[in-house]
C-alpha cells in the first residue's frame, strides 16, 4: 500500500526566504505526482504535476523535482511571501489515477 | 482546466440523518472522486465515481453508508447516510480531463454533525 509522508509538518520563515518541503513515498510506482496548496476554509489548489517520467516542473517560483527511484519529491518556493502561507499537500498517483496523498507541511511566512 | 463546484459548501446535520452532497464539473472529465478529510487530517480516498455504473470503493468504505451516483461525465453525488459526529469531515469531490493527467478539486463540503 503506497505511503506518503511529508517532512517538516509546519514551518515557518520570514518573508524573503527560499525553502524547500519534502515529500516521500513508499512505492516508486507511480504515474504521476502533484502538489496542492490548501487555505484554511477552503479546498485545494493544484500547483504542479510531475509525469513519472520527468525530473522536475516549474511555475513561476516554484519548483518540484522528482526522483522516483528513491521515492522523493521536493517543492522549492523562492522569494517567500506572507500569501504564500498555506497547507502543502504532495499527491502521488497510480496507473488509476487515484491520488495517495501526504499530511501536509502547514507553511507559515511571516511579513 | 476544470473547475468543480460542491453543494452544500457548508452543512449542519443531526446525528441519524443522512445529507447528499453534489459535485458540478464545467468539463466532461473521465475520472471523478470523492475525498475525506477528517478535522487536522489529510485526504481519504473514499470512493471512485463511475459514469452509469457502481463506484468503486475504498477499503473501510462501503456503499450503504455513502451511497454515489455519476449519471454523466460531468456531475456525481455522494451521500453520506445515518450521520453521526464521526463523519464530521470535508467531503471533497475531484476530477481528471482526458487531456491531461492533473486533479481538480471543488471547495469541499464542510459537514458538522451534532
Known amino acids: 500500500k503506497q505511503e506518503v509522508t511529508q517532512i517538516p509538518a509546519a514551518l515557518s520563515v520570514p518573508e524573503g526566504e527560499n525553502l524547500v518541503l519534502n515529500c516521500s513515498f513508499t512505492?516508486?510506482?507511480?504515474?504521476?505526482l502533484q502538489w496542492f496548496r490548501q487555505d484554511p476554509g477552503k479546498g485545494l489548489t493544484s500547483l504542479l504535476l510531475?509525469?513519472?517520467?520527468?525530473r522536475e516542473q516549474t511555475s513561476g517560483r516554484l519548483n518540484a523535482s522528482l526522483d522516483k527511484s528513491s521515492g522523493r519529491s521536493t517543492l522549492y518556493i523562492a522569494a517567500s511571501q506572507p500569501g504564500d502561507s498555506a497547507t502543502y499537500l504532495c499527491?502521488?498517483?497510480?496507473?488509476?489515477?487515484?491520488?495517495?496523498f501526504g499530511s501536509g507541511t502547514q507553511l507559515t511566512v511571516l511579513p | 482546466s476544470a473547475v468543480i463546484s460542491q453543494k452544500p459548501s457548508r452543512d449542519i446535520c443531526q446525528r441519524g440523518t443522512s445529507l447528499t452532497i453534489q459535485c458540478q464539473v464545467d468539463?466532461?472529465?473521465?475520472?471523478m472522486f470523492w475525498y475525506r478529510q477528517q478535522p487536522g487530517q489529510s485526504l481519504t480516498l473514499i470512493a471512485t465515481?463511475?459514469?452509469?455504473?457502481?463506484?468503486?470503493?475504498e477499503s473501510g468504505f462501503v456503499i450503504d453508508k455513502f451511497p454515489i451516483s455519476r449519471p454523466n461525465l460531468t456531475f456525481s453525488t455522494l451521500t453520506v447516510s445515518n450521520m453521526s459526529p464521526e463523519d464530521s469531515s470535508i467531503y471533497l469531490c475531484g476530477g481528471g480531463l482526458s487531456s491531461g493527467n492533473t486533479i481538480y478539486f471543488g471547495e469541499g463540503s464542510w459537514l458538522t454533525v451534532v
Open positions: 512505492d516508486s510506482a507511480i504515474y504521476n
Open positions: 499527491a502521488v498517483s497510480g496507473s488509476a489515477r487515484q491520488l495517495t
Open positions: 465515481a463511475n459514469q452509469g455504473s457502481e463506484a468503486t470503493y
Open positions: 510531475i509525469q513519472s517520467s520527468q
Open positions: 468539463s466532461q472529465v473521465t475520472m
